[in-house]
């Protein structure tokens, strides 16, 4: 049943797009916490157009805006988080003791609230990495998430073959989106570990599984944090070597070069002729002389290790 504020506020919204100027954020307040779901995401729209129009509104109203954007109602949550992100990159400072808002909407159920959250999110990481160590553990929780993309089969014969096509496009498009925050959140483990490794380490074997991600850019984010924790001397997965080995076969450069990096880190001296192998298929020039030079690295100290009786 339609609540009788809906005409109201939606009369705001109407004016808020045509003319701002002639909507005050007294105006919207009072149904930003209004007990109607539908009603209060009427007025987050209202407010995100305001925010639109002049960023500093959300300065200004900040606290109401993270409180919307921590919201139960998605409606009211994703326009909080789209005026947020219109927002945040430009003003980190005044956001980044609130970076948990961000954090928590990282691990949304709709991709679309992650992605949002995330470019928020990302900003701060990007302009304080100072701030998120305290966050390590939610921040590996993200990476340590597992997304269910074949969910569409579990429906079996109830769904026609349109629908489940329907279904399959938006499987596909909520993985983009999970992988993107899974993304943000990897890259902010690999800023954690040059900083503050201590945090880090206890999540190693969160690292480890992320190395072997289908996007490169996860992937190869993952074998940085082991990278980086090996080289400042912090103990990793007796597993590790193997597993960024197994990474040099794919033909990801990204991935590639990482992971010889890695192994150097490492000490991994059985690695020594896969990374040679490399080097000498590789086309591109960079990766070949990295490769080069650490194959060569490990087989020294491989030929000068003491014999084993």
């Not at 797009?17 to 995401?41: F, G, K, M, Q, T």
């Not at 606290?63 to 919307?68: E, G, H, K, P």
């Not at 928590?104 to 998120?132: C, F, K, M, N």
């Not at 086309?283 to 100290?301: H, P, S």
């Amino acid at each position: 049943m339609r609540h009788e504020d809906m005409d109201v506020v939606e009369d705001l919204l109407e004016t808020a797009r045509e003319d701002p100027s002639h909507v005050d954020w007294a105006d919207v307040e009072p149904y930003l916490a209004h007990e109607n779901n539908d009603v209060r995401a009427r007025g987050a729209e209202t407010a995100a157009e305001l925010v639109d129009a002049e960023p500093e509104v959300a300065l200004r109203n900040n606290s109401q805006l993270l409180d919307l954007a921590a919201d139960d109602y998605i409606a009211v949550r994703q326009q909080a988080l789209a005026a947020l992100a219109a927002v945040v990159p430009e003003y980190t400072d005044e956001f980044t003791d609130d970076i948990e808002t961000f954090i928590d909407a990282l691990t949304a159920q709709v991709g679309t609230i992650r992605v949002l959250a995330a470019q928020s999110y990302s900003a701060i990481a990007s302009e304080h990495p100072g701030a998120l160590a305290a966050h390590t553990d939610a921040i590996a929780t993200v990476v340590a998430e597992a997304h269910d993309a074949d969910i569409f089969e579990a429906a079996g014969d109830v769904f026609d073959m349109s629908e489940r096509e329907t279904l399959r496009t938006h499987n596909r498009e909520e993985q983009q989106k999970y992988s993107v925050t899974k993304e943000v959140a990897v890259n902010s483990l690999v800023e954690i570990a040059r900083q503050q490794p201590d945090a880090v380490s206890e999540h190693v074997d969160v690292a480890l599984e992320a190395t072997t991600a289908s996007n490169p850019l996860v992937a190869g984010a993952a074998i940085d944090v082991i990278s980086e924790l090996a080289k400042q001397g912090y103990a990793v997965p007796e597993a590790a070597p193997t597993v960024i080995e197994e990474q040099l076969a794919t033909e990801s450069v990204f991935v590639q070069a990482r992971a010889v990096r890695a192994l150097g880190n490492l000490g991994a001296i059985d690695a020594a002729d896969s990374i040679a192998d490399l080097a000498t298929d590789a086309t591109d020039e960079d990766l070949q002389v990295l490769a080069e030079e650490t194959a060569e690295w490990l087989q020294e100290r491989a030929d000068s290790a003491p014999a084993s009786t």
